[in-house]
């Protein structure tokens, strides 16, 4: 299967800032999603995707065209959203719509009148006069009716009221199901993160974290509390994060099996509890233990 993106020992370097020998592949049909802190290198590997910027070294293909040699090919078929996309305040929607539709082929008008309704919007109102919440929809509704073979969202959610986040969501969880569709979206939500991907991948510091199947990953991280006194530091591989208050414990475990459960118990503590981990729960783990090395 081809994949929607690939980079292969992507590097590029700023004053401030280093993306270090980045692997990424996002298979066809499915949906990434890109969580990081601010720093973490998300906008540069959009920027990378985009063709807006150049590798240092390594290669970038998006939809099987290297990059940015043959950035025209692959951007006919990429659609991209941030949520601070702009618009022409003296236009309305319907404006909007018709410049997209002359620009490329691929339009859909019925599913824009689709879009229009399931998002409540007035396509004959001026932009001017949108709230957060409209632009970010108003810009949905632009890129999803190309039909694009790869969709980019750049924080599609930030700042939209507990309703418009839900009607986006319900949306872009519609057009998931199309498997010849891949998605990339970059997120501070590890919820939206969690609901919606395939796979995820963690940026920190320009390196990756984590890059792998979500349910996977997910499965293999618990939160163990436990109760005991330990006469010396606690021998168990894959510990990310280990808390103690007096004779209580909570030991964060990467890469989880049913055995280390006799390994803590071998030590003289007793387990009070085994919990799965939200992904949310795992990415800060995942970045304070960084942190401590």
């Not at 998300?42 to 065209?65: C, E, F, H, N, W």
């Not at 959203?81 to 309305?92: C, H, I, K, S």
Request: with cysteine; aromatic share 8%.
């Amino acid at each position: 299967m081809q994949n929607a993106i690939e980079f292969n020992q992507v590097c590029k370097r700023y004053p401030e800032f280093y993306l270090d020998h980045l692997d990424l592949k996002l298979p066809t049909g499915q949906v990434m999603g890109l969580v990081g802190v601010n720093g973490a290198g998300k906008s540069t590997a959009l920027r990378l995707i985009m063709g807006l910027i150049q590798p240092d070294s390594g290669s970038v293909d998006v939809l099987g065209y290297r990059l940015p040699e043959q950035q025209v090919l692959a951007k006919e078929n990429i659609g991209y959203a941030a949520e601070d996309m702009r618009l022409y305040g003296a236009e309305n929607l319907r404006w909007h719509m018709q410049f997209i539709q002359s620009i490329f082929p691929s339009w859909d008008p019925l599913y824009a009148e689709h879009l229009l309704k399931r998002f409540d919007m007035n396509a004959e109102q001026k932009t001017k006069g949108y709230s957060h919440g409209q632009r970010v929809k108003a810009s949905l509704i632009l890129l999803l009716a190309r039909r694009p073979r790869l969709v980019i969202l750049d924080e599609p959610t930030t700042g939209l009221d507990p309703v418009s986040r839900y009607e986006v969501l319900a949306e872009l969880a519609e057009i998931l199901r199309d498997e010849n569709r891949s998605v990339l979206f970059s997120s501070h939500s590890t919820q939206d993160v969690e609901q919606l991907s395939d796979s995820i991948t963690f940026l920190h510091k320009g390196k990756t974290l984590a890059c792998q199947d979500k349910e996977t990953y997910i499965e293999g991280w618990r939160r163990v509390l436990c109760s005991g006194t330990l006469n010396q530091p606690l021998d168990l591989p894959g510990v990310a994060e280990f808390k103690s208050n007096g004779s209580l414990h909570e030991i964060k475990i990467r890469g989880f099996e049913d055995a280390m459960l006799a390994r803590i118990h071998a030590q003289g503590l007793q387990i009070s509890q085994v919990e799965r981990m939200t992904l949310e729960q795992i990415f800060i783990a995942s970045v304070r233990e960084v942190a401590k090395q």
